[in-house]
C-alpha cells in the first residue's frame, strides 16, 4: 500500500505526465500548420522563379519585334514597364585575305 505522500508524488507526476502531453499536442498541431504555410510560400517562390523566365523570354521576344517592325508603340510600352529597347551594335566584318 502506498503511503499519503507517495500518493500525492504519483498523483503530481500524473498530471505533470498529462499536462506535458497536452502541451506537446498543441505544440505540434502549431507546427503542423507552420509548415503547411512554409509549403506554400516555398511553393509561390519556385512557381515565381519558373514564371520569372517566362516573363523574360516574352519581354525579349517584344523587344525583338519592336526593333524589327521599329513600332514606336511597343517600344513605349516596353520603356513603362522599365524594359530599355536598343538596337543591337553591327558587328564590324572581319577582312578575309
Known sequence: ?????????????????????AANLWLYAGMRSMAGEL??????VQQGA???????DIAKSLAEMALRSNDDKLIAMLAAQ?????PAPATPAKETR
Not at 1 to 21: D, P
Not at 39 to 44: A, F
Not at 50 to 56: A, E, H, M, R
Not at 82 to 86: D, E, K, L, P
Open 1 to 21: 500500500m502506498l503511503s499519503k505522500a507517495q500518493y500525492w508524488i504519483l498523483t503530481a507526476c500524473g498530471v505533470l505526465a498529462l499536462g506535458l502531453t
Open 50 to 56: 519558373q514564371l520569372g523566365v517566362l516573363y523574360q
Open 39 to 44: 509549403d506554400q510560400r516555398q511553393l509561390y
Open 82 to 86: 522599365g524594359i530599355q529597347v536598343n
